[in-house]
């Protein structure tokens, strides 16, 4: 059975820092596309960052470009979000996702979410 589970979000402070991990069990992830997801209160949820199955360049949304790095660490089948300079936008439950190996794959996986505060 396939997991994803997130964590490291927290209350942090407009200028702060958090780290998030995304551990997935269940079957490799290697070759498979990666993806950081958000949703604040009343909105939908949105893109954040993603790694290709190709890997290991990260491609990001405008709003957390210079701000966020994604990661991959193929040996401990995780991926991270490391979020920088963090601002009261950057507020929601943050999402972790996974797509089947290869080319051409949507997300099929996705974990439980972790909060994430950002206080002005």
């Known amino acids: 059975q396939v997991q994803l589970v997130e964590s490291g979000g927290g209350l942090v402070q407009a200028g702060g820092s958090l780290r998030l991990s995304c551990a997935a069990s269940?079957?490799?992830?290697?070759?498979?596309?990666m993806g950081w997801f958000r949703q604040a209160p009343g909105k939908d949820r949105e893109f954040v960052a993603g790694?290709?199955?190709?890997?290991?360049?990260?491609n990001y949304a405008d709003s957390v470009k210079g701000r966020f790095t994604m990661s991959r660490d193929s040996a401990k089948n995780t991926v991270y979000l490391q979020m920088g300079n963090l601002k009261p936008e950057d507020t929601g439950v943050y999402y972790c996702a996974a797509a089947r190996p290869g080319p051409g794959n949507g997300y099929d996986y996705w974990g439980q979410g972790t909060q994430v505060t950002v206080s002005s």
């Open positions: 269940g079957r490799t992830f290697s070759r498979s596309a």
């Open positions: 790694i290709p199955w190709s890997g290991p360049s990260a």
